[in-house]
């Protein structure tokens, strides 16, 4: 035999968290079409990984808090931008603001109260991280590198590298290559 | 991902140099544990035995027993140990001696600042960078600073 069967989502995850949470024993309301979840008193630590466990099988995960998650995402968005060939038409603050629906000012200010820098610092940080794995990967001259990161010239590609990493592009290069003969030295 | 307190170690034989590091560093914004070691024996015995492991290490070159050079060696070769970023906190300012740290896997090379202010300066930079490197995705392969 063969029976069919369907599923209101809504009823299937409100019950889903309401037996997870009677578990934990405390009082608890689920708010805002179940994406928040208010606590009488603050969890425990283990009962708050245990909770995590157990609505993980159901793939329902739970977000660290909303600050970090937009911290994650203006990263990932810088990230983006980088590899993004329109993103030379914005500013980066622009771009943020446009592809994550919140003020610059807002945005920039969470960024340097989370991670000890500024997204201008980071952006950079960022750029150099790129031009590194570009010089060490491919066979792209830092013309080209440059013309493809929209540095206005070479000049000023290899002195933020410079003023960033403390070493020239060439140096860097030169330290790296060295170091794959020592690790096969040591094998 | 986030960190609350950077675990970090500073293996150098210069009791001054100890005294004046951990007061820079407790003078920063980033929050962070500090074990201090008098030689790169001590560290190394440490690091054997370690509970948590440090998310970044402070090496003098000059020290007696155990040089710094010799510390990040064994680190970089032993599995347990070669992924914690490395800073040569030194005052040789010898190219020969900077690219060999860096070549040997180095992540940071420090000249020791000759005042507190520019210690203070530095040591945040550092903390910085590699706070950075802890929790955004940066290659760790390329993690290569000259400060």
């Keep these: 035999m063969k029976i069919y069967v369907t599923f209101d989502f809504n ?6 968290l309401v037996e997870q949470l009677e578990k934990l024993g405390v009082q608890y309301s689920i708010n ?19 909770l995590a466990a157990s609505l993980k099988k159901y793939g329902i995960k739970i977000i660290d808090d909303q600050k970090t998650e937009l911290v994650q995402r203006i990263k990932d968005t810088i990230t983006a931008m980088l590899k993004d060939d329109e993103a ?67 000049a000023h590609l290899s002195g933020q590298f410079k003023k960033v ?15 794959k003969t020592v690790d096969s030295n040591n094998l | 991902m986030t960190i609350n307190n950077l675990n970090v170690l500073l293996a150098d034989d210069d009791e001054d140099d100890r005294w004046l590091f951990e007061q820079a560093l407790s003078d920063i914004k980033i929050k962070s544990n500090l074990s201090l070691y008098k030689n790169g024996k001590e560290l190394m015995d440490y690091l054997k035995n370690m509970t948590r492991k440090p998310h970044l290490i402070f090496l003098d070159l000059n020290m007696p027993v155990k040089n710094g050079m010799e510390c990040l060696k064994e680190i970089r070769q032993d599995d347990n140990l070669k992924d914690i970023p490395i800073a040569i906190y030194s005052t040789s300012s010898s190219e020969k001696d900077i ?7 180095a992540n940071i090379y420090i000249n020791k600042p000759n005042n507190f202010a520019a210690l203070k300066k530095v040591v945040e930079k550092v903390l910085q960078l590699n706070w950075q490197y802890q929790t955004s995705n940066l290659n760790k392969e390329n993690f290569l600073f000259r400060i």
């Design chain 1, 32 to 50: 805002n079409g179940a994406r928040e979840i208010h606590f009488s008193e603050k969890l425990t630590e283990e009962d708050e990984l245990a």
């Design chain 1, 165 to 179: 990493t403390g070493l020239t592009p060439s140096a860097f290069l030169k330290i790296i290559e060295k170091r």
């Design chain 1, 88 to 154: 030379y038409l914005y500013k980066v603050s622009a771009y943020l603001a446009t592809k994550l629906d919140y003020s610059y000012a807002y945005l920039s200010n969470l960024f340097s109260e989370n991670t000890y820098t500024s997204i201008e610092n980071f952006v950079i940080l960022k750029k150099v991280d790129y031009v590194k794995e570009l010089i060490t990967t491919t066979d792209l001259t830092l013309t080209e590198i440059a013309y493809r990161l929209n540095y206005s010239s070479v």
């Design chain 1, 11 to 16: 009823i299937t995850r409100n019950a889903i």
């Design chain 2, 99 to 105: 690219e060999n740290t860096f070549i040997n896997g």
